[in-house]
């Protein structure tokens, strides 16, 4: 019983195969799939497919590097969207460094980043946080600016959001940065890197991080997991991250699958 928490099925690259990708991802194990928005054209995308697929849910939000067409119109839409019964998040939202330069739209980028925010309190959703810094560094601004938002804005959260208010997708961030997340009730998104032969560091970060805090994420189409390398990336892969992480913390593959399911599901609160 596996879940990916974090699949872009609404991409073109699955438009040939789509419903044979979702297909091959139950007959592998995978009981729940998340897709989350990047504007809201994606995020409509991502709800049609949750709302025709028992096994797919869905996330809606601007993505830090989507924001050309951010209006108060289409931040609407995705309002409107939020309430749908499947979806269950707000995402994909954060900072992203490593493309926006320009010092303005960084500071746009944290703007939107803070109403979504707000907006999620609202509803009494959690977040999917995007992080990528500069040049993909280990540490820099994109993670300083970023623990210090969700530090201003989990504090004016209140039980059970408060409790877990979301997760940083696809982390690459140092120790430090986890520590400082999981202090304020984050969970941490682990991808296909982890399982790449020059990821050292990485498999060393998750084996100081606490199981009950870890989910498991293939950001389909991209990052691949060996040993599918170099190929198109989709969720029945997900077990690869999952025997990693097994092997990282010596666990069986079955006991880490039952453990971020659990995690996924305490999460996003979709029940059984």
């Not at 994909?92 to 309190?121: T, V």
């Amino acid at each position: 019983m596996l879940t990916d928490t974090h699949c872009h099925l609404d991409y073109n690259k699955f438009d040939s195969d789509r419903a044979e990708v979702i297909q091959r991802a139950n007959d592998s194990g995978l009981i729940r799939m998340l897709v989350p928005g990047l504007q809201h054209k994606s995020s409509r995308e991502a709800v049609r497919l949750a709302e025709s697929n028992p096994s797919v849910y869905a996330a809606v939000g601007f993505h830090p590097t989507d924001l050309e067409e951010f209006s108060e119109s289409t931040f609407q839409q995705v309002k409107d969207l939020a309430s749908r019964p499947k979806v269950v998040a707000i995402g994909e939202i954060g900072i992203d460094y490593y493309w926006i330069k320009d010092n303005d739209k960084r500071a746009f980028q944290r703007e939107i980043l803070k109403r979504q925010l707000q907006f999620a309190r609202e509803i009494n959703k959690p977040v999917i946080i995007h992080m990528r810094e500069e040049n993909d560094a280990w540490f820099g601004d994109a993670s300083v600016d970023l623990l210090k938002i969700l530090k201003e804005w989990q504090s004016t959260l209140q039980s059970p959001l408060a409790n877990k208010p979301g997760v940083l997708h696809s982390f690459n961030g140092n120790l430090e940065t986890a520590e400082n997340a999981l202090a304020l009730n984050f969970y941490i998104g682990v991808t296909g890197p982890v399982t790449y032969k020059n990821a050292q560091k990485n498999r060393d970060l998750i084996q100081q991080l606490p199981l009950d805090k870890l989910l498991i994420e293939t950001d389909s189409p991209f990052l691949t997991p060996v040993p599918h390398r170099g190929g198109r990336n989709e969720p029945a892969y997900v077990r690869h991250i999952a025997d990693k992480i097994a092997e990282i913390h010596s666990k069986s593959p079955a006991e880490i699958a039952a453990i971020t399911t659990a995690n996924a599901a305490r999460l996003f609160a979709w029940g059984d």
